[in-house]
């Protein structure tokens, strides 16, 4: 077995897992040595996947967590992350979120194959929102313009120019259309505006952009490409594998980001595409001059440049490409041997079916644990001191309110002998009642 988990949970790099942000691309500089640096426990997995290989082989091989992996990983100097990816090809059971395997660009980049698996979903009611989000995609057209500039350093300097300018003239194509629509966008709040198209509109925008059902293939040859660290060429009559810079992993993002929605809303003759709606926001953020200054991205560890205390006030465009319908995402399952879903919610399972785009041979609604003559539903008004129980604000704040509820849960916990479950409206209740009744 093992057990799939982000950065964020499974990285023991003292200045990595340190950072508050920027882990991938952290990790992503000291894989590939830059700046003379390297990750010493990266250089260790080897360490950690041949320990439980030698459990397994003895038989004395069991079920782990999280936990046990990364402190085995800081006792032997391994790193817990690629460790668990390793230990992937031959394991028989593999634990991870729902998004490894909903989300086409983690499956990709965690190497997950699905073809002929048994893929088991457990509460499986929380499947449709993973499912949604899984497929959709926000960029920022600052996060554009960056990549488009990237694009164009890339081009001016020759670097596989073809590729690069292809891409560029995408990019380019999309920060005009974002800056073009900006003015028709409707005031939808305080500071805040919007305009909402259709995925079959905004098929019609990229066509005019010159992305065809037929060009897109194109384009993502020339993304393949980009992505490629070496490439031959022929030094003194012989060929030789050089590695070659490629774009920033910031750049890296938006552009797989865009080739994500752009594939579903191509796939199948755009069968897809009223499942998706495109959203451009326009909100304001206010930034301060004393941040620190990020803008070199190169950079292993970002000085701080210090200036004076002023806050200004920037427009922020925000493009979103929303998926309302989980059947989407769901489509990528299909060359799996079979999906399991359970959860103590799916009913009605028609519905639910009907909602993944996936029709379920055989399903089974077992009945519940707990008897109907154990279970009681009701309303009460008052507690035990004869004060009504009405939870609005006004009233949660009063100390008579709180008074009849811990009344009522001590006449409860005397009647029920073997605890109860409590639900309150809201987190600032509960800690008012919390402190309260300690």
Same mark, same amino acid.
Request: proline share 3%.
């Given at each position: 077995m093992t057990i799939l988990s982000s950065r964020d949970y499974t990285c023991i790099h003292p200045v990595v897992s340190s950072s508050s942000s920027n882990r991938n691309e952290l990790c992503v500089e000291l894989l590939e040595g830059k700046n003379g640096k390297s990750c010493l426990y990266y250089h260790g997995v080897h360490k950690l996947s041949e320990h439980y290989a030698l459990q397994s082989a003895h038989n004395t091989y069991q079920a782990w967590d999280i936990e046990d992996l990364v402190s085995l990983g800081k006792k032997l100097r391994a790193c817990p992350y690629f460790a668990a990816r390793e230990l992937m090809v031959g394991a028989d059971i593999v634990f991870c979120p729902y998004n490894y395997l909903l989300d086409p660009q983690i499956r990709e980049s965690m190497e997950i194959n699905l073809k002929g698996q048994v893929v088991i979903l457990d509460e499986a009611h929380n499947i449709e929102d993973s499912a949604r989000e899984a497929v959709s995609y926000s960029v920022t057209e600052s996060q554009l313009n960056a990549a488009r500039e990237e694009l164009d350093f890339m081009v001016n300097n020759n670097i596989r120019q073809k590729d690069h300018e292809q891409l560029r003239a995408m990019?380019?194509? %999309?920060?005009?259309?974002?800056?073009?629509?900006?003015?028709?966008?409707?005031?939808? !709040?305080?500071?805040?505006?919007?305009?909402?198209?259709? @995925?079959?509109?905004? $098929?019609?925008?990229?066509?005019?952009? @010159?992305?065809?059902?037929?060009?897109?293939?194109?384009? /993502?040859?020339?993304?393949?490409?980009?992505?490629? #660290?070496? +490439?031959?060429? *022929?030094?003194?009559? #012989?060929? +030789? =594998?050089?590695?070659?810079?490629?774009? *920033? *992993?910031?750049?890296?993002?938006?552009? #797989? !980001? &865009?080739?994500?929605? =752009? %594939?579903? $809303?191509? #796939?199948?003759?755009?069968?897809?595409?009223?499942?998706?709606?495109?959203?451009?926001? /326009?909100?304001?953020?206010?930034?301060?001059?004393?941040?620190?200054?990020?803008?070199?991205? *190169?950079?292993?560890?970002?000085?701080?440049?210090?200036?004076?205390? =002023?806050?200004?006030?920037?427009?922020?465009?925000? =493009?979103?490409?929303?998926?309302?319908?989980?059947?989407?995402?769901?489509?990528?399952?299909?060359?799996?041997?079979?999906?399991?879903?359970?959860?103590?919610? &799916?009913?009605?399972?028609?519905?639910?079916?009907?909602?993944?785009?996936?029709?379920?041979?055989?399903?089974?609604?077992?009945?519940?644990?707990?008897?109907?003559?154990?279970?009681?539903? @009701?309303?009460?008004?008052?507690?035990?001191? !004869?004060?009504? %129980?009405?939870?609005?604000?006004?009233?949660t704040e009063t100390f008579e309110f709180q008074d009849e509820v811990g009344a009522l849960l001590l006449s409860v916990c005397q009647t029920v002998g073997q605890g109860i479950l409590c639900f309150l409206p809201s987190y600032k209740v509960r800690k008012s009642l919390f402190i309260f009744f300690l």
């Open positions: 990019c380019c194509s %999309l920060t005009n259309w974002l800056r073009e629509s900006s003015s028709q966008l409707v005031e939808t !709040g305080y500071e805040t505006s919007c305009k909402v198209w259709s @995925g079959k509109e905004m $098929l019609n925008h990229f066509h005019e952009m @010159g992305i065809t059902n037929i060009s897109f293939p194109i384009l /993502q040859k020339h993304l393949s490409a980009v992505l490629e #660290k070496e +490439e031959k060429i *022929s030094l003194f009559g #012989k060929e +030789e =594998l050089v590695e070659i810079p490629i774009v *920033s *992993s910031a750049t890296q993002i938006v552009l #797989k !980001g &865009l080739f994500m929605v =752009l %594939l579903y $809303l191509f #796939k199948d003759n755009s069968r897809f595409a009223d499942d998706y709606r495109v959203a451009l926001q /326009q909100t304001y953020a206010w930034t301060n001059e004393n941040q620190p200054d990020v803008s070199d991205t *190169s950079a292993f560890f970002t000085k701080t440049k210090h200036k004076r205390n =002023l806050r200004h006030k920037t427009v922020v465009h925000m =493009l979103n490409f929303w998926c309302l319908n989980p059947a989407v995402a769901f489509s990528d399952l299909n060359d799996v041997r079979t999906v399991v879903l359970t959860s103590g919610t &799916l009913s009605p399972m028609d519905s639910f079916s009907s909602e993944l785009g996936v029709k379920f041979s055989i399903q089974l609604e077992a009945n519940h644990v707990i008897r109907n003559s154990q279970v009681w539903v @009701g309303t009460i008004g008052a507690g035990p001191n !004869g004060r009504k %129980l009405c939870a609005t604000f006004q009233h």
